[in-house]
């Protein structure tokens, strides 16, 4: 398959994904305009597409013209402003530079020296096509100021109508999925934070509000960055919808300096004839083979001491803990915060990285050998972005965090944000992240960032804003630089829970934690809108204490498990508390989870319903193998579950459910379902393993 076609004589470049197109070209004026992004479509075709409609009153439609415009009416993608007052870009082609699926398309002002490549990449085994912009000024004096420079702004043919679907929440509430009509006018989705937020997540999905969850057409992008960003949606009354997005919350401001290049983050976008659904499996397998470090591993069942001790952390404590984990089969133990330091509360000691001896009078090496013992890897909680202002870190260097001169230092669980986008702070950071997991035998990094930026400040530098980017390019590097030093090392995204998921953070983490809530209940509606995107191989679930620290609610232990079973499963109680039965049950759990672990984590997941029906599953299918999770949060009027209609199976197969024994023919499981055997009362579940027969 030619995945990247110029067709000379129309100025129009045609991109092909397995089921897809996507078409750019260039108007009589060398403005890049946008062609199509749908359907595939022959080079033949692609020609036959009308060009978009041209008001008068705007020279710039904007993203009607234009994969990238100049200053216009609506929201811009990229608005450069010259030292002689002007702003926006008179579009001159250069060239393009075509490799295997990635496409370049130069560009240049006019009159000024800014350069502007549009960058495209598709493949042969992916819907998903990336795309990112590569800016450069190519004068030698005066610097180019850029009040915006998004990746990218894509544009749908026309729909009779238009619904959104994006996520929204909070700590401990993240990733509620909201699906509801796109209102005229634009929309903004944004993350002022400095990071990718618990309130908002860069990506989108647009539909003409027919779509179900297996059929209809989708439009869907996501943004590879973890710092401030924003999505501008703009659905003009008579024209087509599109959007645009970026790194950078508007308003910030970068100067690029003669011969400095500005490359954005990539915004990737899919589009798809199978729903929501289809949409999310795209997107899941696209990060399984393209985005993910180490996409054919399998994640671990891991403990984490958090829940079941917080600060309270010691040597005895965490061997007795570590011994129980191993026993219910966790495969990688994580000592979580209050290790270090002063740091009996959050109040005191986040910065000084040192082992405390008074809880780990010989260091932390006799538990990592006992962890080790039980065959279990060991793994290390860190927050290093962070400062308490009670720390020797801080009273030695005030500076370095986020500030504003005149301005107080407002602290959000007692800390400040260390300005990472300082080179002698991120080789500070560098420097005992790498002695601390070269010195002792650390697997696995949890790395959290517990607050939004603040007062973001860098008093002295003549380009503040730059923290904004530069604090984000700085942890990516360093991220990526321990991981090439230390192969064997995994990494855990935390932000306060969910707060850093993103497909940035993605490439140089292994897993996230989707939220600090881990109450089952809540849970079902967490991991709903987390795997709109982003695959169960990277969402950490554990199972911890009934009632729940959080919520108070309690839960059986089979739906606890149930319900982390759909992601990563993990265990994070209080374990010595737990009773004997209730421990022999666990570790059957986790055994039975390794076995369908593989379906799981690598599968296509299929969601059968959401978690406010009566009764809601998710079914992963890998080659052979089905594995489904049903759930029913509350018992209605004594009605038994009744059928569950599977999906994604083939209609002529048969198929063998591993519980009862049953032959069922894949038509009538997709046409009339299985029927489910749920307990009575609340809370029930139950997971259903199917073979594929020869
Ligand atoms: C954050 C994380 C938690 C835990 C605490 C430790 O809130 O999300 O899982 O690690 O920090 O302080």
Excluded at 82 to 105: F, N, P, Q, S
Excluded at 383 to 402: A, F, G, I, K, T
Aim: net charge negative; aromatic share 10%.
């Amino acid at each position: 398959m030619t995945l990247v076609t110029y067709l000379a004589d129309h100025r129009l470049w045609l991109l092909r994904t397995p089921a897809t197109s996507y078409a750019l070209g260039l108007d009589p004026d060398d403005r890049p305009r946008h062609v199509h992004w749908g359907a595939p479509l022959t080079a033949e075709q692609v020609i036959d597409v009308p060009a978009l409609p041209h008001h008068e009153n705007s020279s710039f439609q904007v993203r009607g013209y234009g994969e990238l415009e100049g200053p216009g009416f609506g929201a811009p993608s990229l608005r450069p402003r010259y030292a002689d007052g002007g702003a926006g870009v008179e579009w001159r082609y250069l060239d393009h530079e075509i490799e295997g699926g990635h496409l370049a398309v130069r560009l240049a002002d006019r009159h000024h020296p800014l350069e502007i490549t549009l960058h495209y990449r598709v493949r042969d085994d992916t819907d998903v096509i990336e795309r990112w912009t590569v800016l450069r000024h190519t004068g030698e004096s005066g610097p180019i100021e850029l009040e915006r420079c998004d990746s990218a702004a894509w544009t749908l043919p026309p729909l009779p109508d238009v619904r959104i679907s994006h996520v929204v929440g909070g700590w401990s509430s993240e990733t509620q999925l909201k699906r509801e009509g796109l209102p005229y006018g634009e929309t903004v989705l944004t993350s002022r934070r400095g990071t990718t937020s618990h309130q908002a997540n860069p990506w989108i999905m647009l539909d003409d509000g027919t779509a179900a969850e297996e059929r209809g057409e989708v439009w869907s992008a996501a943004l590879a960055w973890s710092g401030s960003w924003r999505i501008a949606v703009q659905r003009p009354p008579f024209d087509a919808v599109g959007f645009t997005g970026g790194a950078g919350h508007d308003g910030l401001r970068v100067r690029l300096a003669p011969g400095e290049t500005w490359r954005t983050p990539v915004f990737a976008g899919v589009y798809g004839t199978d729903g929501f659904g289809g949409i999310s499996r795209a997107w899941h397998a696209y990060t399984l083979r393209h985005v993910l470090p180490h996409p054919q591993e399998l994640r671990p069942v891991l403990y984490n001491s958090w829940e079941a001790t917080g600060f309270d952390v010691d040597l005895d404590g965490q061997l007795r803990l570590a011994e129980k984990a191993a026993a219910l089969g966790a495969e990688l133990f994580v000592l979580d915060d209050g290790w270090f330091g002063r740091r009996d509360s959050d109040r005191a000691g986040l910065g000084d990285w040192q082992v405390n001896l008074d809880r780990f009078p010989s260091g932390l090496d006799k538990l990592i050998e006992a962890v080790h013992g039980h065959g279990m890897r060991f793994g290390l909680w860190v927050e290093p972005e962070m400062v308490n202002p009670d720390s020797d870190l801080y009273r030695e260097n005030p500076d370095w965090v986020l500030h504003m001169p005149h301005r107080r230092r407002t602290t959000l669980r007692n800390q400040l944000v260390l300005n990472f986008a300082r080179p002698d702070v991120a080789a500070w950071a560098h420097a005992w992240l790498d002695r601390l997991v070269a010195e002792h035998e650390i697997d696995f990094l949890k790395w959290d960032f517990n607050r939004a930026f603040t007062e973001a400040g860098w008093p002295g530098h003549d380009e503040p804003d730059r923290l904004w980017f530069d604090h984000v390019h700085n942890l990516y590097a360093l991220i990526d630089r321990l991981r090439a030093d230390h192969p064997h090392l995994r990494v855990e995204s935390c932000a306060g829970g969910g707060g850093r998921a993103d497909l940035g953070i993605l490439a140089r983490a292994d897993e996230v934690w989707p939220s600090d809530n881990t109450d089952a209940v809540d849970r079902l509606a967490i991991q709903h809108g987390y795997g709109q995107v982003y695959p169960a191989r990277t969402m950490a679930a554990w199972v911890t204490d009934s009632p729940n620290p959080l919520t108070g609610r309690s839960v059986p232990l089979r739906f606890r498990f149930h319900v982390a079973m759909a992601g990563v499963l993990g265990l994070g109680g209080d374990l010595p508390a737990w009773p004997a039965a209730e421990l022999a049950e666990a570790a059957g759990l986790v055994a039975l989870y390794k076995e369908v672990r593989p379906v799981v984590q690598h599968g296509g997941l299929f969601r059968l319903g959401a978690p406010d029906d009566p009764v809601s599953a998710v079914q992963y299918v890998l080659g052979d193998h089905v594995v489904v999770l049903a759930y029913r949060v509350r018992t209605r009027f004594g009605h038994p579950a009744g059928r569950l209609r599977l999906a994604g199976l083939e209609a002529a197969a048969r198929y063998r459910d591993e519980g009862t024994g049953q032959v069922h023919h894949g038509a009538v499981l997709l046409a009339h379902g299985l029927h489910l055997d749920l307990p009575a009362g609340d809370y029930a579940s139950t997971l259903i393993r199917l073979t594929r027969l020869a």
